[in-house]
């Protein structure tokens, strides 16, 4: 799976850090009776919703890997514009596209 440089860097330099929050992650996904493609989907919204690229990018390919396909990943994003704005909606839109046009999945 791809991982930002800076991920990688922040895992190496703080790995007892990592560990924690990447335990924290699986406590949270494991906490509730969602399938991990709809945990996939909800992560995705909140990340358009704090207008985190990295966060959208990351969750569209996790989404995809959970069995998403391109369509259930583009209504999430659809869903937001009532929310968070036409703005917002528009530059997540744009992001997601740019996941779905590298990855063999989103085509």
């Not at 991990?36 to 358009?48: H, M, R, T, V």
């Not at 990943?73 to 596209?97: D, R």
């Amino acid at each position: 799976m791809y991982l930002p440089k800076i991920y990688e860097k922040f895992a190496e330099k703080f790995p007892a850090l990592m560990k924690n929050y990447q335990e924290m992650g699986k406590s949270c996904r494991e906490a509730g009776p969602l399938a991990e493609k709809y945990q996939d989907l909800i992560k995705l919204g909140i990340a358009i919703g704090a207008n985190s690229r990295g966060a959208v990018m990351s969750s569209v390919r996790k989404a995809l890997s959970s069995g998403a396909n391109p369509e259930e990943i583009t209504h999430a994003v659809l869903l937001s514009l009532t929310t968070t704005g036409f703005p917002n909606m528009i530059a997540a839109l744009g992001w997601v596209n740019e996941v779905l046009e590298k990855h063999p999945e989103g085509k």
